[in-house]
């Protein structure tokens, strides 16, 4: 106990900052408060959850995040494990290079998604309309034909050096006596990467999923930058119909509630994926 003593008050701390504003969530949740409304908040039990059955948008906005976290954490581990690989080589400049490929990830978001929304996607001036002029294509709309195809090129291109970082510390860990017998024993990269360094890197790459999923499940200024969820709620995920409840429509009842559901679902898409990585690793301990 005496050794816990200290660690007490920022146990009290955690507890006050983040199991709070939850109880008052749920507190708000079972009643109808709307600001524009000026009625006074009245407990309605649990209306609020039964109107997320009839929300077409809530559950459009449930496949929209499915959609962006899932494209986006596949695209994000593919090209962080390429630029893994080539930076794990030995070259001149590589830390220069290795320092520049990280570099997205700890710019600013909201600089990012300016910069991509001005410099990149707009079809006048944009740096992707003029690559299709200069191919005498017709210059593409990102922003209004392929909305969510816009943001997953941005989540990539941002959270991409994170995957980076992770895989590269992977591959530096390889079994280099393994890799030397697979040398010696005549396997060329392609068998040695598929036999050895995937097996090798796969609790990195589920280590890197789990932690991707959980940051881009929770997106919400490259989306009110970028696209402000449309068109036609096309790109709105959850956390940012959520902001659109209680800070547009003022219906902090119902924000509420669709909060609560929102983290139940995604409590239930994370823990089997804990419990899978804490497997993984408990067998990696044993050996």
Same mark, same amino acid.
């Given at each position: 106990?005496?050794? =816990? @003593?200290?660690? &007490?008050?920022?146990? *009290?701390?955690?507890?006050?900052?983040?199991?709070? /504003?939850?109880?008052? !969530? $749920?507190?708000?949740?079972?009643?109808?408060?709307?600001?524009?409304?000026?009625?006074?908040?009245?407990?309605?039990?649990?209306?609020?959850?039964?109107?997320?059955?009839?929300?077409?948008?809530?559950?459009?906005?449930?496949?929209?995040?499915?959609?962006?976290?899932?494209?986006?954490?596949?695209?994000?581990?593919?090209?962080?494990?390429?630029?893994?690989?080539?930076?794990?080589?030995?070259? =001149? @400049?590589?830390? &220069?290079?290795?320092? *520049?490929?990280?570099?997205?990830?700890?710019?600013? /978001?909201?600089?990012? !998604? $300016?910069?991509?929304?001005?410099?990149?996607?707009?079809?006048?001036?944009?740096?992707?309309?003029?690559?299709?002029?200069?191919?005498?294509?017709?210059?593409?709309?990102?922003?209004?034909?392929?909305?969510?195809?816009?943001?997953?090129?941005?989540?990539?291109?941002?959270?991409?050096?994170?995957?980076?970082?992770?895989?590269?510390?992977?591959?530096?860990?390889?079994?280099?006596?393994?890799?030397?017998?697979?040398?010696?024993?005549?396997?060329?990269?392609?068998?040695?990467?598929?036999?050895?360094?995937?097996?090798?890197?796969?609790?990195?790459?589920?280590?890197?999923?789990?932690?991707?999923?959980?940051?881009?499940?929770?997106?919400?200024?490259?989306?009110?930058?970028?696209?402000?969820?449309?068109?036609?709620?096309?790109?709105?995920?959850?956390?940012?119909?959520?902001?659109?409840?209680?800070?547009?429509?003022?219906?902090?009842?119902?924000?509420?509630?669709?909060?609560?559901?929102?983290?139940?679902?995604?409590?239930?898409?994370?823990?089997?994926?804990?419990?899978?990585?804490?497997?993984?690793?408990?067998?990696?301990?044993?050996?």
């Amino acid at each position: 106990m005496r050794t =816990r @003593g200290p660690l &007490l008050p920022a146990l *009290l701390f955690t507890i006050a900052l983040t199991q709070f /504003p939850f109880i008052l !969530t $749920l507190i708000y949740s079972v009643q109808n408060w709307n600001l524009l409304s000026g009625k006074p908040q009245t407990f309605t039990g649990l209306d609020n959850f039964a109107s997320t059955l009839t929300d077409e948008v809530f559950w459009k906005s449930i496949g929209n995040t499915a959609i962006m976290t899932g494209v986006s954490t596949v695209a994000c581990i593919a090209v962080g494990l390429g630029l893994a690989l080539l930076l794990n080589t030995s070259f =001149r @400049g590589r830390g &220069l290079a290795r320092t *520049l490929a990280i570099t997205p990830f700890f710019v600013m /978001p909201v600089a990012v !998604t $300016l910069f991509w929304r001005s410099a990149m996607f707009d079809p006048g001036f944009g740096l992707l309309g003029w690559a299709a002029k200069s191919l005498g294509l017709p210059a593409v709309s990102w922003l209004s034909e392929y909305p969510m195809a816009a943001l997953i090129i941005l989540l990539t291109w941002r959270f991409a050096p994170f995957a980076l970082l992770i895989l590269i510390a992977g591959l530096q860990s390889a079994p280099d006596e393994q890799l030397e017998a697979a040398r010696v024993d005549g396997a060329g990269p392609i068998r040695m990467f598929v036999s050895i360094m995937l097996p090798h890197l796969r609790p990195y790459l589920e280590l890197t999923a789990l932690l991707l999923a959980m940051n881009l499940i929770q997106t919400f200024g490259e989306i009110a930058l970028l696209t402000a969820g449309g068109p036609a709620y096309a790109t709105t995920n959850i956390t940012y119909y959520i902001y659109l409840e209680g800070f547009n429509s003022f219906d902090l009842g119902k924000a509420s509630a669709f909060g609560v559901v929102a983290l139940a679902l995604t409590i239930a898409m994370v823990l089997p994926a804990l419990r899978l990585l804490s497997g993984i690793f408990q067998k990696e301990g044993r050996r």
